[in-house]
């Protein structure tokens, strides 16, 4: 029975040895496919008696730098894909939104205590002027910040910008149902683009609701209707009652949209035209 | 295996993820390492200089490292590349680590690479645990052992965890005979130690 290793392949005849070359000995194990009801684990002695090696020492240092060859191959070729660095972008945006929100709320903490006139009133106006206030009330330390804050800010609505383009371009069907950002965020929740394609609409529907969702399978609570799908326009503008209606069916659309970014990587406009016409549909209460 | 009091450690280069050393050797945590946690709590296998070591789930090679301190050679099977990022500088770095990028769910992949190895060490967080290591039993020598953490939560987060056990326990002993079962609490929760050995 011939059996194929990574050092060449060996029957009851005896062996031929594929070279010692690391690289080319990659190559060749790249494409090696066994059949595990007639595999044979190897003998390494066998790869002494064909002349591949000549100890232990040296068959194991062998095997290393081809394993170690094969595996940065894959490394490489997993970091390949666009979507890649579409996930790392969003997750960066997201960091950015927690880390400005803290700041100003901190920043905002500070300028309270040195300006006893700064009262709640303050705290609802919108960030950019409460931090134009602080910048201008403040001194030193807190004046800095409050510009710093701003320019992280200003770097979070540009990359926002480019996380959308980006998404249009890396999933063109998905992004056009919910919008580019909604769409990248599903993207890193899911864990990239092959993994949100094999997924179901229903795990879709409620990607990001993970905690309701648990609780609910624990038993009790109800089931969540929307993750990070709700931030759609269409779910969260939807009158009440069908609001977890346009979720499912938004949510259907995106698996296939999915898919179809996935395996075709363009926009389909048949499969949009009715998609959206059927998400309109579900957003439209009885009477 | 070597113990300073009782502190479970290993000879070996040290600084590979920050590990402190104690008298020149390499502490070895259980709340680190769940092998380490089986060790501490009077399980396990011991390691030995002569024998060749399947891991499957080698993730950062954290634990694969002490693993290699004691044993002939160790294949490190990762899945994903992050982590394999990590294992390959260990690697680099133990001459007796053979590093695989290979789904440990689909053996057919690496198999041109496998010699028979006496131990088999599995820490995958997959439902389909038991599967898996049903299918890299053509590694093993008759005789051999295998070593699973059966992580409960990665095979059903809703059931009881005993219950979870119960059922891969019964899964196992199918080609396999159990000779040891542990709980790692309190070093870990929620996961179990099965010791198996392949019959004769």
């Not at chain 1, 960030?127 to 206030?133: N, Q, R, S, V």
Request: hydrophobic share 40%.
């Amino acid at each position: 029975m011939l059996q194929r290793y990574w050092f060449g392949d060996v029957d009851e005849e005896g062996c031929r040895a594929a070279g010692t070359d690391p690289a080319a000995l990659a190559e060749r194990a790249a494409a090696l496919r066994t059949g595990m009801d007639s595999f044979v684990p190897i003998d390494w002695e066998v790869a002494r008696d064909c002349g591949v090696v000549r100890t232990r020492e040296e068959y194991v240092d062998l095997l290393r730098s081809v394993c170690t060859t094969l595996a940065r191959k894959k490394i490489a070729l997993s970091y390949q894909g666009r979507d890649v660095e579409l996930l790392q972008m969003v997750r960066m945006l997201d960091e950015l939104d927690n880390v400005i929100n803290l700041l100003q709320e901190r920043a905002a903490e500070w300028y309270q205590v040195t300006n006893p006139s700064f009262s709640r009133k303050y705290r609802s106006l919108p960030a950019k002027k409460m931090l134009g206030i602080i910048r201008k009330g403040a001194r030193g330390g807190l004046s800095d910040a409050a510009e710093e804050i701003d320019r992280l800010a200003g770097t979070r609505s540009r990359l926002m910008r480019e996380v959308s383009a980006r998404a249009d371009e890396v999933m063109p069907n998905t992004s056009a149902l919910i919008g580019g950002l909604v769409a990248a965020r599903l993207l890193s929740k899911a864990g990239g683009l092959p993994a949100l394609a094999r997924m179901p609409g229903s795990t879709i529907q409620v990607l990001g609701s993970e905690r309701a969702l648990f609780s609910h399978l624990r038993g009790g609570t109800p089931p969540p209707k929307h993750g990070i799908i709700f931030q759609h326009r269409r779910v969260h503008n939807a009158p009440k009652p069908v609001r977890g209606r346009v979720a499912r069916v938004l949510a259907a659309k995106l698996a296939i949209a999915a898919r179809l970014d996935y395996y075709r990587g363009e926009a389909v406009p048949e499969f949009l035209k009715d998609a959206q016409a059927r998400i309109d549909e579900a957003g439209v209460e009885a009477s | 295996m070597k113990w300073l009091g009782n502190v479970l450690v290993s000879p070996g280069e040290g600084g590979v993820y920050g590990e402190r050393t104690l008298e020149g050797y390499r502490v070895w945590d259980p709340y680190r390492s769940k092998l380490a946690a089986l060790y501490t709590l009077g399980g396990g296998i011991e390691l030995t200089p002569e024998i060749r070591v399947l891991y499957l789930g080698a993730a950062n090679g954290t634990t694969a490292s002490h693993v290699a301190d004691y044993v002939e050679t160790v294949y490190a099977v990762e899945f994903a590349p992050r982590p394999m990022q990590d294992l390959l500088e260990v690697a680099r770095r133990r001459r007796n680590i053979v590093p695989i990028m290979a789904d440990a769910s689909r053996p057919e992949e690496y198999a041109p690479f496998m010699e028979a190895v006496d131990l088999v060490y599995q820490d995958v967080a997959q439902p389909n645990q038991v599967e898996i290591a049903e299918r890299n039993l053509a590694f093993l020598k008759p005789g051999g052992h295998l070593i699973l953490m059966l992580k409960t939560r990665s095979v059903d987060v809703r059931r009881d965890p005993a219950e979870v056990l119960a059922e891969a326990r019964a899964g196992l002993e199918r080609r396999l005979d159990v000779a040891d079962v542990r709980w790692l609490d309190p070093y870990h929760q929620d996961h179990t130690a099965i010791v198996c050995s392949r019959r004769g």
